[in-house]
């Protein structure tokens, strides 16, 4: 089945560690997005990749890298320079030939806890 | 940037009853999307509506685009409880990436 596999699902970390979120897709997938979402609030853009080897930043980069080594891949860093890390991060990704727009597929999360 | 805006932010209804959400943005847009999350999962995508078009069906879904008033709405016929959820319109221009609402929580009582 494709899909886009994000993992941990939920991830621990003690203030002034950093943190690699995982994100994977089989859909191949052009374009993939990192967001962040906080409890009762909409999805805010982190970064995203429109091809392997380039990325922008989106509206809410500070404190967090990625790197897009692969077209399957788009790693999120949250370093310790993100004061309030703790949230639910979504990974998705979009087929920029295809004929469904911009539609974007998501992965299931990762909720990440600073202690 | 341009943003979606729901309303209302939580809803409760009857099983059975109908559902109506409403979306408003500020700036042009291709096209306008719909999606649901269910609590702590991803979103899913439901139906997308481009500028030219005027309503849109999808099952027991309809969704509207005025983009004279800049507002969308979606519809959901014969409520039920599996559709208890949150639903978030997301706004695209080209190949910028999707920009979304704060949601509407759906609570569907049986």
């Known amino acids: 089945d494709g899909g886009i596999t994000q993992s941990p699902k939920y991830l621990f970390r003690k203030e002034g560690q950093n943190v690699t979120l995982s994100c994977e897709q089989n859909?191949?997938?052009?374009?993939m997005y990192w967001y962040r979402q906080d409890p009762g609030q909409g999805l805010r853009l982190i970064y995203y990749?429109?091809?392997?080897?380039?990325?922008q930043k989106g509206d809410i980069a500070e404190g967090y890298s990625v790197s897009r080594e692969k077209k399957e891949s788009f790693p999120l860093t949250v370093t310790s320079a993100q004061k309030n890390p703790t949230a639910f991060y979504l990974c998705?990704?979009?087929?920029?030939?295809?004929?469904?727009?911009?539609?974007?597929?998501f992965g299931a999360g990762s909720r990440l806890t600073v202690l | 940037s341009q943003q979606g805006e729901e309303d209302p932010q939580a809803l409760s209804i009857q099983e059975g009853e109908n559902a109506t959400m409403n979306c408003s943005y500020k700036?042009?847009?291709?096209?306008l999307q719909w999606y649901r999350q269910n609590s702590g999962r991803g979103l899913v995508h439901l139906i997308l509506?481009?500028?030219?078009?005027r309503e849109k069906h999808s099952g027991r879904l309809r969704v509207t685009l005025d983009t004279s008033k800049k507002s969308s709405s979606l519809l959901i016929t014969a409520s039920r409880a599996a559709d208890t959820a949150s639903y978030f319109c997301?706004?695209?221009?080209?190949?910028?990436?999707?920009?979304f609402g704060k949601g509407t929580r759906l609570s569907v009582i049986a």
């Open positions: 997301a706004t695209g221009q080209g190949n910028t990436p999707l920009v």
């Open positions: 700036t042009s847009i291709n096209n």
């Open positions: 509506i481009r500028s030219n078009e």
């Open positions: 859909l191949n997938h052009d374009a």
């Open positions: 990749s429109q091809i392997v080897n380039d990325f």
């Open positions: 998705a990704s979009r087929d920029r030939g295809g004929s469904g727009a911009n539609v974007l597929t």
